[in-house]
């Protein structure tokens, strides 16, 4: 099992930026894949990015160069640095984390861009 605490949200103005933050609670190096999705209001949930436990990252097409996903293993913690954040990104951001079939859930952590 792994227990995910996410911290970091808030609201912003548009052109700002934020960092969200997903500490886990074993090592992260046991852990295929980490990463952060999204919900928006009356929207479906969508991927932002994720990393491997080998460290290579996946982003979705359109928020590549804005956003970037980086870990710290020694604090087994995976963030998520939004820059140059659009009132389009609004929504409630998600850190799940996929040791290998199961999928785990972080509470989740609103982020909120005014225009």
């Known amino acids: 099992q792994v227990q995910l605490v996410e911290s970091g949200g808030g609201l912003v103005q548009a052109g700002g930026s934020l960092r969200l933050s997903c500490a886990a609670s074993r090592s992260i190096l046991t852990i295929n894949r980490m990463g952060w999705y999204r919900q928006a209001p009356g929207k479906q949930r969508e991927l932002v990015a994720d990393?491997?436990?080998?460290?290579?990252?996946n982003y979705v097409d359109s928020l590549k160069g804005r956003f970037t996903i980086s870990r710290d293993t020694a604090k087994n913690t995976v963030y998520l640095q939004m820059d140059s954040l659009k009132p389009e990104d609004t929504a409630v951001y998600y850190c799940?984390?996929?040791?290998?079939?199961?999928?785990?859930w972080g509470q989740g952590t609103q982020v909120t861009v005014s225009s």
């Open positions: 799940y984390a996929r040791p290998l079939i199961t999928t785990y």
């Open positions: 990393i491997t436990s080998g460290g290579n990252t």
